[in-house]
């Protein structure tokens, strides 16, 4: 099996993952919620299951991040974007929402609630040092540009 298919239980009666248009990144992932709805208070989040379960490849990595229709038009966006989801991971991809709105926001089963990017990545070794090359920037941080 090649790098780019991916294994996937859908334990959900949503259809599975699709990129919506020939050059999204994302696929979107929907809410698997077999107990009925789930409401989402102003400030608060939850834990939003959606039914999928990966075996992704060693070397790869599925991004959670928001929608971004459902953050401008609801206030409601993924808490700890982007999550990730490690390559020995096998448990239900979950997404914790969170409710930056006005107004409580209902999530139903079928809801598309997140997109998932899948991305490759490179695992890193360190080399403790007492001191680092100097670039132009230097230290320079939040802000040093101006505004």
């Avoid at 229709?69 to 999550?83: D, E, I």
């Avoid at 390559?87 to 006005?102: E, F, Q, T």
């Amino acid at each position: 099996m090649d790098n780019n298919t991916i294994r996937i239980i859908n334990n959900s009666a949503n259809p599975m993952p699709v990129y919506q248009t020939v050059q999204s990144a994302g696929m979107d992932l929907c809410a698997w919620l077999p107990n009925g709805d789930v409401v989402i208070a102003p400030g608060e989040w939850k834990l939003i299951p959606t039914g999928l379960h990966l075996a992704l490849s060693e070397g790869l990595e599925a991004q959670v991040r928001p929608r971004s229709g459902l953050a401008l038009k609801k206030g409601v966006t993924v808490l700890n974007a982007p999550g990730t989801i490690d390559a020995d991971y096998r448990g239900d991809v979950g997404v914790i929402l969170i409710n930056h709105g006005k107004e409580n926001f209902t999530v139903q089963s079928g809801d598309r609630i997140a997109q998932m990017v899948v991305a490759k990545y490179e695992r890193v070794n360190w080399h403790q040092v007492d001191e680092l090359d100097q670039t132009s920037r230097g230290d320079g941080g939040f802000g040093h540009t101006g505004l």
